[in-house]
């Protein structure tokens, strides 16, 4: 009777967290306005870079994942332009005197490597 109490507890204990994962409030890319991490990413802190310039800031964060290339360029195409940013090419955009720009490799893992740069535009 106290082991099937037992699996019982540990069992709701795996559902209750799961269910928790479900609705975790998204992560968002340090510096970015509010741009999140695209499920399955993963960010690589030390690869980041941030700071300001006379001209505007400088961004670069780099994340990993299974994710495919297509998947990850079709849901920043879908987000960007919600936080305001104009689509100059699938992994392009612009917004104010802003360039993002989103560079997708494979690794020798079975990942890929996204890089997310912000730069000021050159125009």
């Known amino acids: ?7 019982i507890l540990i069992t709701l204990t795996g559902v209750m967290l799961g269910v928790k994962n479900l609705y975790a409030t998204p992560k968002f890319i340090p ?10 990413l993963v960010l690589i802190p030390e690869k ?8 505007g800031r ?5 994340a990993t994942g299974k994710n495919s290339p297509d998947d990850i360029l079709s849901f920043y ?14 992994n392009e955009f612009r917004r104010d005197k802003e360039l993002l720009k989103i560079e997708i490799s494979d690794n020798l893992m079975g990942r890929v490597e996204v890089r997310i740069s912000i730069a000021p535009r050159p125009d």
């Open 31 to 40: 510096g970015i306005n509010g741009l999140p991490l695209m499920t399955g």
């Open 58 to 62: 400088i961004i670069e964060v780099f």
């Open 48 to 55: 980041q870079v941030v700071f300001d310039t006379l001209n």
């Open 77 to 90: 195409g879908a987000t960007l332009p919600q936080l305001g940013w104009i689509s100059k090419s699938p």
């Open 1 to 7: 009777m106290f082991r099937n109490f037992i699996f």
